[in-house]
Structure formats: C-alpha cells, structure tokens
C-alpha cells in the first residue's frame, strides 16, 4: 500500500508560480512511477505530467510544456510539481497518482494510488 499527501496549493496571481509536493510512504513508495493530475470544475480529470521511477523519463500534457516542470526527491519519497506562468486556465484540483510499472503513462486507469488533492487557485 502506498500512500500519498499533496501540498502546496493555494491562489496565486495569473503568470506566478507554484511549487506542490507529493509526499509518498508505504511500501518501497521511491519505486513508483509518480504522475500529476488535475480536475476543473464540471471537467474530466486530465494528465499533467509523469515521472518514471527509473531512469528520470518525464511526459507533459501539451497545455504546459515548457512551464511545468516535475521532478522526484527519492530519498524523501517526494514529488514535485514546479508550475510558472500559470494561467487562469490551470485552477484546479491537482492530484498526485503512483504505479507501479517503469513507463511514463498518462493515462490516469493506469494508476493504483492516488492522494486526496489540492486546490490550486489563479487571480486574474
């Protein structure tokens, strides 16, 4: 079992920046594939970025490549979320998600582990 804890959310300014962590425990949990997702009001969950346990592979969703940025602290169990330039467009509900297989999916089924959230809110 492993078990996920999201921070860092909070309302910023359209084109400032966010950093959310995904802490991790359980079971061998810097063995798992991390991902990031989000949800908007009266939207589908969607993809926002992966990080395989080995070998550091990433994936973005199109919507933030080159301001989004996902990295992992092994050691500490945790991921990271690095979001600059953030548009009004981002405000959502982001979640941190694990698997265990080595590839960067993004697809959220693929998933066995998911946190309970946090809110990231943009000001215009």
């Known amino acids: 079992q492993v078990r996920l804890a999201e921070s860092g959310g909070g309302l910023v300014q359209a084109g400032g920046s966010l950093r959310l962590s995904c802490a991790a425990s359980?079971?061998?949990?810097?063995?798992?594939?991390m991902g990031w997702f989000r949800q908007a009001p009266g939207k589908e969950r969607e993809f926002v970025a992966v990080?395989?346990?080995?070998?550091?592979?990433?994936a973005y969703a199109d919507s933030v490549k080159g301001r989004f940025t996902i990295s992992r602290d092994n050691a500490k169990s945790t991921v990271y979320l690095q979001m600059n330039s953030l548009k009004p467009e981002d405000a959502a509900v982001y979640y941190c998600?694990?698997?265990?297989?080595?590839?960067?999916?993004?697809?959220?089924?693929?998933?066995?582990?998911w946190g309970q959230g946090t809110q990231v809110t943009i000001s215009t």
């Open positions: 998600a694990a698997h265990s297989k080595a590839i960067a999916t993004t697809l959220s089924s693929q998933y066995d582990y």
């Open positions: 359980g079971r061998t949990s810097s063995r798992y594939t």
């Open positions: 990080m395989t346990w080995i070998g550091g592979t990433t």
